[in-house]
């Protein structure tokens, strides 16, 4: 016993012993490999060099992020990364931004600086010492750099590679550098040891020539994960199958039929997926749950709404009823996945999208707009009308899409060239290729704007900021409000994938073009089928997205891009520099919808499908010997898929705010208006303008002096409360115009009513966005001589008021509202004659000519200025008839063709897109001989070309497949006769020849070759 009392202690103690050792540290979980391409503006165009390392890099587990702000070098931003890449020629770095480069790589973070990297913050010695060298100078050549550490855990099995490049010198040489390769005798690829991290350097990678090369690809991506260092798991990538599809039936063609990527399930997909460093994607539904997914929207419970539409493209296109479905996608159990699957309706014929509102849903169905309810709670359709019709259906992929509950109670939406011509209340409408509204109960609807090509995206911001984006190289434009075309937006129209299996060219249409001298440049992956502009507009995401960052999708690059928004005046402006919120190096994802959910997450909605073209002229895999399908896409079988998968992109470890609303209560609706998500609070707002409470107006009137309170005043304009005759809301009005935040001034001011005088002062306003307010009032109130002076002095004096695109288009309108009182002051202070170019006087003189003032025109009688010159023209009728008269009935069969083969990129009224499609209207080519217009259609057009006026184009047009004789007469008849163009008619006699005489041509012509 005695002796039991002595071992107690000892066995305790062993005990504890053996507790106390620690445990094998546990091996990192396996992950894509995070790095940070730092560039800049400068001369070795570093976003291009990214766009080429990225294209190739996501195949191999490396995600590429690139980054050219200084700002960005922060202990926290570095953080998120393995790795520092650095490619550029900045000159200066802070202390506080070395320390933090340092900090990152002396814990155990890589840093690999290429090429030029050598070359930065030239003065800065503790930058140079992290490097291990500098460069001396250059020359250039041709060479292969040769391995002197084959042993080296970077060079083994590495095979070196010949190119051209600087002949870099270094010097300031760190005597801990291991040298890897050498040119000649100088130091070319060297590592060293910093702290716990590791150094990677070589002096390769001027330009394309060098970073082209699969050599250097294999060299960076060595470099980048022995830098990354032992503590990073690499995951493993599921293997990609290629097989070669069965096309018995395939159209006519020399091209063989290329491999395709197999399907990955959801998992392995994800694993090739790139998300933001910090961020990660969740897969919330997929096959055979849901089938193509077009579209996503939310109830006011936050239950997701998925348009799944089958009989894209070429299905039914005609008639009541199709195959396509809108279906509810619950989570219910709390796990982050769709586990209930409800057919709210089915029967829809090519539904593309679907909008909540009057207490049921509004769908797009083929040529009609459907109102869909549930009576008795069963969520499934009992009631289905028809709202209006008149959306064509002549080409599927031209039709209306995106559908928004707008912050004024109308429905938003976009349309294509294939456009709208219906009766709507009772008033015929007619318009394509833009942006329109209507009310929920169809009963008005008005064109917004016109845009340049077919349009599938749309998006507001937290202040009603109406965006979106073109599918063909204009990714972002703005809504202006003025009645005209939409503002472009966009810098850069270039997309970043992460992948080299893009849907973007044809087997003749190689993947690079060659410069000369053994030159050669990858050809830009530009837009083509670009999908979506969500705005963030929640809290989840870190602060400086909210508002700041959209989302649009490009199937074919499998990616969904991420664009910066900013403003310059009332101009937004959305820089392309090579970020995605997602990238996919599966060939099957094609992303075509991302929203911000009420959740805070950005939803995405992926297509999944190996075709997502519409029109590929000369497909591979075209697989039918008739034109096009009924919908005017080429027919393929590997359409036929029924996949389709949902994910959702958040910060890691970031929770979800509580989203559902009760209808029945009116408090939490009250409270709903100030949810962090915009999809919440419009909720909100929609059920309180729909409950028809006008007693609610108390509430709402102090909710609109609140954060977010720009809902709150929307729906006491819905309600009627800020009606002219209700002193309450007017006083509101007038006070919220002069409220601290630029949010209600400028709310307020767009819901003034037109007929009430408004005391704000513009010139006392700093905000450039309630200036623009401002001037669209103006241009809504009845014509006043006394603010048409004011105009015309302050268009002189006040600069600021009209500074940028969007205020200089908003004074024009008002003035031209105000016609009389600017003109009447502009004739008594002659303006120098060069400004009656700019954008004010044609648009007040325009509006004269129709208006026709008898105080103008007696001022007329002896004015002989530029301006009373002008004024006098613009009163005569400048009526013109055309010399050449083609046959009607070709004219309409030739407009016909041109709507379903032309118009997508030439645009309905012939204007083309600058630097992209090349104008038809008023181009002085197309009156020539037709001989040239017709060998085009027959093998398509490559290269340079040029039009007077215009931006040279570097076109890519390829033949147009499936047009007989007849067909291409029709077709150059209708360009050549319509718009301002007035030419002879084409015999379809003309065209039998060329085609017999050009048969076995292969490529596209030249400009050049057409002279």
């Known amino acids: 016993m005695r002796l039991l009392r002595y071992l107690l202690p000892l066995l305790l103690l062993g005990v504890a012993a053996l507790f106390a050792q620690k445990e094998p540290a546990k091996a990192p979980d396996p992950r894509r490999l995070e790095v940070l391409f730092f560039g800049d503006d400068g001369h070795h165009q570093p976003l291009e060099r990214y766009r080429i390392f990225k294209e190739v890099s996501g195949n191999r587990g490396i995600n590429l992020t690139y980054e050219k702000r200084m700002e960005a070098l922060t202990p926290e931003n570095l953080a998120k990364y393995d790795v520092l890449l650095v490619y550029a020629n900045h000159q200066v770095i802070s202390p506080e931004q070395l320390a933090a480069v340092k900090g990152f790589v002396d814990n155990g973070g890589g840093f690999v600086p290429v090429h030029c990297g050598s070359a930065c913050f030239k003065k800065t010695d503790g930058y140079i010492d992290l490097v291990g060298g500098q460069i001396e100078g250059h020359g250039d050549g041709v060479f292969t750099a040769r391995v002197v550490e084959p042993e080296h855990a970077t060079m083994k099995g590495y095979q070196p590679f010949e190119t051209w490049d600087e002949t870099y010198r270094h010097h300031r040489l760190s005597k801990d550098i291991t040298i890897l390769q050498r040119r000649d005798e100088e130091p070319w690829t060297w590592v060293r040891q910093q702290g716990k991290g590791r150094v990677f350097y070589t002096a390769h990678g001027h330009d394309e020539r060098c970073w082209m090369q699969e050599g250097f690809h294999d060299l960076l991506d060595r470099g980048i994960r022995w830098a990354a260092g032992e503590n990073v798991s690499l995951v493993d990538l599921p293997a990609l199958e290629y097989k070669v599809p069965m096309l018995p039936d395939r159209y006519e063609t020399k091209q063989p039929v290329p491999k395709v990527q197999q399907p990955l399930s959801p998992e392995d997909s994800m694993k090739r997926a790139q998300v933001p460093a910090g961020f990660e994607l969740s897969l919330f539904a997929a096959e055979p749950d849901i089938e193509h997914p077009i579209a996503i929207a939310w109830d006011h419970r936050g239950r997701l709404w998925v348009v799944e539409t089958l009989d894209y493209p070429n299905g039914m296109t005609t008639g009541e009823r199709g195959n396509d479905r809108l279906k509810i996608c619950e989570d219910t159990n709390g796990d982050g996945r769709a586990d209930k699957f409800t057919v709210f309706a089915d029967k829809l014929a090519l539904a593309t999208s679907a909008v909540h509102a009057n207490g049921g849903v509004i769908v797009s169905s083929g040529g009609k707009m459907l109102f869909l309810k549930d009576t008795d709670g069963d969520d499934k359709a009992d009631e289905r009308r028809v709202l209006f019709?008149?959306?064509?259906?002549?080409?599927?992929?031209?039709?209306?899409?995106?559908?928004?509950?707008?912050?004024?109670?109308?429905?938003?939406?976009?349309?294509?060239?294939?456009?709208?011509?219906?009766?709507?209340?009772?008033?015929?409408?007619?318009?394509?290729?833009?942006?329109?509204?209507?009310?929920?109960?169809?009963?008005?609807?008005?064109?917004?704007?016109?845009?340049?090509?077919?349009?599938?995206?749309?998006?507001?911001?937290?202040?009603?900021?109406?965006?979106?984006?073109?599918?063909?190289?204009?990714?972002?434009?703005?809504?202006?409000?003025?009645?005209?075309?939409?503002?472009?937006?966009?810098?850069?129209?270039?997309?970043?994938?992460?992948?080299?299996?893009?849907?973007?060219?044809?087997?003749?249409?190689?993947?690079?073009?060659?410069?000369?001298?053994?030159?050669?440049?990858?050809?830009?992956?530009?837009?083509?089928?670009?999908?979506?502009?969500?705005?963030?507009?929640?809290?989840?995401?870190?602060?400086?997205?909210?508002?700041?960052?959209?989302?649009?999708?490009?199937?074919?690059?499998?990616?969904?891009?991420?664009?910066?928004?900013?403003?310059?005046?009332?101009?937004?402006?959305?820089?392309?520099e090579g970020e995605n919120l997602y990238a996919s190096s599966d060939a099957w994802s094609a992303p075509v919808a991302a929203e911000t959910g009420p959740d805070g997450a950005v939803w995405i909605s992926d297509w999944y499908n190996i075709i997502v073209q519409h029109n590929r002229p000369g497909a591979p895999f075209e697989q039918t010997k008739v034109e096009r399908g009924a919908g005017a896409a080429y027919v393929t079988p590997l359409r036929e898929k029924?996949?389709?998968?949902?994910?959702?992109?958040?910060?890691?470890?970031?929770?979800?705010?509580?989203?559902?609303?009760?209808?029945?209560?009116?408090?939490?609706?009250?409270?709903?208006?100030?949810?962090?998500?915009?999809?919440?609070?419009?909720?909100?707002?929609?059920?309180?303008?729909?409950?028809?409470?006008?007693?609610?107006?108390?509430?709402?009137?102090?909710?609109?002096?609140?954060?977010?309170?720009?809902?709150?005043?929307?729906?006491?304009?819905?309600?009627?409360?800020?009606?002219?005759?209700?002193?309450?809301?007017?006083?509101?009005?007038?006070?919220?115009?002069?409220?601290?935040?630029?949010?209600?001034?400028?709310?307020?001011?767009?819901?003034?009513?037109?007929?009430?005088?408004?005391?704000?002062?513009?010139?006392?306003?700093?905000?450039?966005?309630?200036?623009?307010?401002?001037?669209?009032?103006?241009?809504?109130?009845?014509?006043?001589?006394?603010?048409?002076?004011?105009?015309?002095?302050?268009?002189?004096?006040?600069?600021?008021?009209?500074?940028?695109?969007?205020?200089?288009?908003?004074?024009?309108?008002?003035?031209?509202?105000?016609?009389?009182?600017?003109?009447?002051?502009?004739?008594?202070?002659?303006?120098?004659?060069?400004?009656?170019?700019?954008?004010?006087?044609?648009?007040?003189?325009?509006?004269?000519?129709?208006?026709?003032?008898?105080?103008?025109?007696?001022?007329?009688?002896?004015?002989?200025?530029?301006?009373?010159?002008?004024?006098?023209?613009?009163?005569?009728?400048?009526?013109?008839?055309?010399?050449?008269?083609?046959?009607?009935?070709?004219?309409?069969?030739?407009?016909?063709?041109?709507?379903?083969?032309?118009?997508?990129?030439?645009?309905?009224?012939?204007?083309?897109?600058?630097?992209?499609?090349?104008?038809?209207?008023?181009?002085?080519?197309?009156?020539?001989?037709?001989?040239?217009?017709?060998?085009?259609?027959?093998?398509?057009?490559?290269?340079?070309?040029?039009?007077?006026?215009?931006?040279?184009?570097?076109?890519?047009?390829?033949?147009?497949?499936?047009?007989?004789?007849?067909?291409?007469?029709?077709?150059?008849?209708?360009?050549?006769?319509?718009?301002?163009?007035?030419?002879?008619?084409?015999?379809?006699?003309?065209?039998?020849?060329?085609?017999?005489?050009?048969?076995?041509?292969?490529?596209?012509?030249?400009?050049?070759?057409?002279k």
């Open 389 to 576: 019709e008149g959306f064509k259906m002549h080409d599927t992929h031209a039709g209306v899409s995106n559908l928004r509950y707008g912050f004024d109670g109308w429905i938003y939406g976009t349309v294509g060239y294939a456009g709208f011509d219906g009766m709507v209340g009772g008033k015929q409408a007619k318009f394509d290729t833009g942006v329109f509204r209507f009310l929920p109960d169809g009963s008005q609807i008005e064109f917004l704007g016109k845009t340049t090509n077919n349009t599938w995206g749309l998006g507001f911001t937290e202040q009603f900021d109406v965006l979106g984006s073109t599918a063909n190289r204009q990714p972002s434009w703005q809504v202006i409000g003025d009645g005209g075309n939409v503002h472009r937006a966009d810098r850069g129209t270039r997309i970043f994938p992460t992948t080299l299996d893009i849907q973007g060219s044809d087997g003749w249409d190689p993947p690079v073009e060659l410069l000369g001298d053994g030159r050669i440049r990858a050809k830009s992956r530009h837009y083509t089928a670009a999908a979506g502009h969500a705005v963030y507009t929640a809290d989840r995401f870190p602060e400086d997205w909210r508002n700041k960052a959209a989302f649009v999708c490009e199937p074919t690059g499998h990616l969904v891009s991420m664009t910066r928004l900013r403003a310059e005046n009332a101009d937004f402006i959305a820089s392309f």
């Open 642 to 1010: 029924p996949m389709g998968r949902i994910y959702r992109v958040y910060p890691s470890g970031s929770t979800e705010a509580a989203s559902a609303l009760n209808p029945s209560d009116p408090e939490s609706v009250l409270k709903g208006l100030k949810h962090p998500s915009l999809v919440v609070r419009l909720h909100a707002q929609r059920l309180l303008v729909e409950s028809g409470k006008k007693d609610i107006a108390s509430s709402l009137i102090s909710a609109a002096k609140e954060e977010h309170g720009i809902h709150a005043l929307h729906a006491l304009k819905q309600l009627g409360a800020l009606a002219p005759d209700q002193s309450q809301g007017t006083a509101l009005l007038s006070e919220l115009s002069r409220n601290p935040s630029a949010d209600l001034r400028r709310t307020a001011l767009s819901l003034w009513p037109a007929e009430t005088s408004c005391d704000f002062d513009p010139l006392k306003e700093p905000d450039p966005f309630v200036i623009r307010e401002w001037l669209l009032l103006a241009a809504r109130m009845p014509a006043d001589e006394t603010l048409g002076r004011k105009l015309r002095d302050w268009h002189r004096s006040q600069q600021h008021l009209r500074r940028g695109e969007v205020l200089d288009r908003c004074f024009a309108v008002a003035a031209a509202r105000h016609s009389t009182g600017f003109l009447l002051a502009s004739l008594a202070n002659a303006p120098d004659p060069s400004v009656l170019k700019e954008r004010i006087y044609p648009a007040a003189i325009k509006a004269f000519a129709a208006s026709r003032s008898p105080q103008v025109l007696a001022l007329l009688e002896k004015d002989t200025s530029p301006l009373g010159n002008a004024l006098k023209e613009a009163v005569k009728d400048h009526h013109v008839e055309k010399k050449h008269n083609p046959p009607a009935d070709q004219l309409a069969r030739g407009e016909a063709v041109y709507a379903r083969t032309c118009a997508a990129c030439h645009q309905s009224n012939g204007t083309g897109v600058d630097g992209a499609f090349p104008p038809l209207d008023g181009n002085a080519s197309i009156a020539g001989n037709p001989d040239a217009l017709v060998k085009i259609v027959l093998h398509g057009l490559t290269g340079p070309v040029e039009v007077p006026g215009k931006l040279a184009v570097n076109s890519l047009m390829p033949p147009v497949i499936g047009l007989n004789d007849a067909d291409i007469a029709d077709v150059l008849t209708f360009v050549r006769h319509a718009w301002s163009n007035d030419a002879p008619a084409v015999n379809p006699a003309v065209v039998a020849p060329l085609r017999e005489s050009t048969k076995d041509r292969q490529a596209p012509w030249t400009a050049a070759e057409l």
